[in-house]
């Protein structure tokens, strides 16, 4: 069912993003670009110490897409580094595998259904490899290919 | 009886009795009908191509050009007949002059790293237009970034069309080559090629028409059109994939050095020297996709049969119609406006990523083309990311545009605001 695809939340999040402007006093950046779809985003973090403190996204891309990056800025915050990288790995696991969903990921969870359209894991991916690129300093824009 | 139905029995095409050629229309996708509209990137395949293909592994299988045997003459007959038809079909002058290659991409390649590398130099100018296909862009680049000689670009008006004061103004004493596509992929424009040609000529360059998406669609005669290399590919012909055509001039490719080096392409081989064979055999190294080439005749034959003029006239009714009903959609924008179109419909609609719209559409058994449609230079022109696009066939019916049509509101109220 296109349901399971696109859950409540997934719409909610993409037709009202939220964490979308920039970000005063960011200090970390990373852009993202989807050449499948032609999709670009950009990712703005403010790090306090270990902590990511705040996060924020720019852009517009399919409801997919929009719907993980928002997702994605809120379950952000406050996390530590290390902590936000083991949710990039949980999440790529709950896209791409059947292994039962981690409880870290919370809402996330609501992705699932995208792995049953290979053809849209890039959309919910996109947000997530930039953010990998923003925690590891690297300004160059990340590609999903 | 709609107007359209009306259109269709007066030009004597029976759409019913067409689709049960193709086999794979008979399907259904998340338990609906599947609705194919996904022509522009590859047509479906009818039986008659199909049993070609077959009776050619289960009863005539062999290397052609080379054995005595009775298996390799059936073989090279079949072969060498599609060149045969195909040389009939685009009105070619010599069966020499059809080259079999992969398909579109391959035809441009080969004159690029053949006739380009030996014939730009530095200050050298090739024109395209701004609707190119990325296979008539990127080939160009790499010669260019080689030879030095520039690329040149007609620009496009916001329906879509080339505007040919530019292509004027473009054309002048540096201009070697002019490649131009004869009907947009992503917009579905006919370009005025004829015409086109002519200009070039008479600045004395050269000219390639990418045919990919014309050959299926509309009558071309090679010898009116008067153009120099022109290529197409056999899969969006209702053929095999990994054939395909360049056609080229005698004269040129005489002139021109080989393009890859093998088995078949030369006369004789010492490890001193090596002389080539002739045409169209030069261009053709190695063992080629026989059952492709095999295929590739089978529907000539088929298309001839329901006739070229016939196709190109229901397509066009099934465009007005589609065209019209897209329209009443509100928010939809159709991106592609020119008086001279083929059967390809590229929108967006207000809000909501063409990916979305790919999804809940295929959720409803309709198979469309969500992206850049490998044209980004169009979409920046329009300065969006990525259209929806249907492409339609002759197997293409009224009904499946109501479903289109259906599965667009569908996606309104999934994605609409509420
Ligand atoms: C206008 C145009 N040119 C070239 C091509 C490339 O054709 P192929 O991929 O068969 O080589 C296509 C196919 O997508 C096309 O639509």
């Known amino acids: 069912m296109i349901d399971d695809l696109y859950q409540e939340t997934i719409l909610d999040h993409s037709k009202r993003p939220r964490n979308h402007h920039t970000l005063a006093g960011a200090n970390r950046k990373a852009e993202g670009y989807n050449p499948l779809c032609g999709d670009k985003l950009k ?3 403010k790090m306090e110490g270990d902590i990511v403190s705040d996060a924020a996204f720019e852009g517009s891309g399919c409801a997919i897409s929009t719907a993980s990056a928002s997702l994605m800025t809120e379950s952000l915050k406050g996390k530590t580094r290390e902590e936000a990288m083991k949710l990039v790995d949980k999440f790529h696991d709950l896209l791409t595998t059947d292994t039962p969903a981690s409880r870290d990921l919370g809402k996330l969870v609501v992705f699932c259904g995208v792995r049953d359209y290979p053809a849209r894991v890039k959309c919910a991916t996109l947000a997530w490899h930039t953010l990998k690129s923003a925690l590891h300093g690297s300004e160059e824009t990340v590609t999903t290919e | 009886m709609n107007t359209l139905d009306r259109a269709v029995i007066a030009a004597g095409f029976d759409v019913e009795r067409v689709r049960a050629d193709f086999p794979v229309l008979n399907q259904t996708i998340h338990g609906k009908p599947l609705v194919y509209l996904d022509n522009a990137a590859t047509a479906q395949k009818p039986r008659a191509v199909i049993d070609a293909i077959v009776k050619f592994y289960e009863v005539d299988c062999a290397n052609i050009h080379r054995g005595v045997h009775e298996l390799s003459q059936r073989s090279t007959a079949a072969y060498e007949e599609t060149r045969a038809k195909v040389r009939r079909f685009l009105n070619a002058r010599h069966k020499q002059e059809i080259i079999f290659v992969r398909g579109t ?4 390649n080969l004159v690029t790293q053949t006739w380009g590398r030996t014939h730009l130099k ?28 520039r690329l040149r670009v007609i620009p496009i008006d916001e329906r879509g069309e080339l505007i040919l004061e530019e292509y004027e103004k473009l ?14 992929n992503a917009l579905g424009t006919i370009n005025p090629v004829a015409r086109i040609i002519r200009m070039a000529h008479a600045a004395g360059a050269l000219t390639l028409v990418d045919g990919a998406q014309a050959v299926p669609h509309m009558p071309v005669d090679l010898q009116a ?26 004269e040129l490719l005489d002139a021109m050095p080989p393009y890859q080096g093998g088995g078949d392409m030369i006369r004789t081989v010492t490890f001193e020297k090596t002389t080539y064979n002739d045409l169209p055999y030069k261009f053709e190294a190695g063992t080629p996709d026989i059952a492709g080439g095999i295929g590739l005749g089978a529907a000539v034959d088929y298309v001839t049969r ?20 897209l329209e009443q959609i509100p928010g939809l924008r159709i991106i592609g406006t020119a008086r001279e179109k083929a059967a390809v419909l590229s929108f967006v609609m207000e809000g909501i990523h063409p990916h979305d719209i790919g999804t ?10 969500t992206g850049h449609h490998c044209a980004q230079p169009v979409m920046d022109r329009y300065h969006i990311p990525a259209t929806t696009r249907a492409s339609l066939a002759f197997y293409n019916t009224a009904a499946e ?18």
């Open chain 2, 171 to 184: 054309l002048g004493p540096h201009t070697r080559m002019v490649a131009i596509g004869h009907v947009s």
């Open chain 2, 122 to 149: 530095q200050g050298d100018e090739i024109i395209i237009a701004g609707l190119e296909h990325h296979s008539n862009i990127v080939p160009w680049q790499f010669v260019c970034e080689e030879t030095g000689a």
């Open chain 2, 105 to 108: 991409t391959e035809g441009i």
């Open chain 2, 360 to 369: 809940v559409l295929d959720h409803q058994g309709i198979a469309v083309r």
């Open chain 2, 306 to 325: 329901l006739g070229i003029d016939k196709i190109g006239a229901y397509e066009h009714e099934l465009l007005l119609y589609a065209t019209e009903a």
């Open chain 2, 401 to 418: 545009i109501d479903a289109l049509v259906a599965g667009l509101y569908k996606v309104k109220e999934v994605f609409g605001d509420d």
């Open chain 2, 225 to 250: 059109l008067d153009a120099d290399f022109y290529a197409f590919s056999g899969h969006k012909l209702y053929g095999p994939t990994g054939i395909g055509v360049l056609y080229g001039k005698t």
């Open chain 1, 43 to 45: 990712l703005y973090l």
